[in-house]
Nanobody, 120 residues
Framework: VQLQASGGGLVQAGGSLRLSCAVS??????MGWFRQAPGKEREFVGR????????YYADSVKGRFTIFRDVAKNTVYLQMNSLKPEDTAVYYC????????????????WGQGTQVTVSS
């Protein structure tokens, strides 16, 4: 099983970015997105359960970020709109079981992380 995350970059406040995480080898799982800013602990952003397609978000991103999946491409996306400077962080996708929620330790496989920088 491998995770390949991509799509980070530099964007101005109010802008948008889309991150993607391609999964190979697993068809039933939860994909979580986490982020870690310098000097801060890793923070839950949101998650999607592949089979059901339901999502759950941290309050800090609710209404601005959307997680969705492309079944044909076996890829999960994190669409980030109305970005704020405080969204600046390294973003990680992580693979968990069907019961995984918002706790990092519930996820067993992590992608390499992609930097998102939001300028003011």
């Amino acid at each position: 099983v491998q995770l390949q995350a991509s799509g980070g970059g530099l964007v101005q406040a109010g802008g948008s970015l889309r991150l993607s995480c391609a999964v190979s080898g697993v068809l039933t799982y939860t994909m979580g997105w986490f982020r870690q800013a310098p000097g801060k602990e890793r923070e839950f952003v949101g998650r999607i359960r592949w089979i059901i397609g339901d999502t759950y978000y941290a309050d800090s991103v609710k209404g601005r970020f959307t997680i969705f999946r492309d079944v044909a491409k076996n890829t999960v996306y994190l669409q980030m709109n109305s970005l704020k400077p405080e969204d600046t962080a390294v973003y990680y996708c992580a693979l968990g079981s069907m019961s995984s929620s918002n706790v990092a330790s519930e996820y067993t496989l992590w992608g390499q992380g992609t930097q998102v920088t939001v300028s003011s």
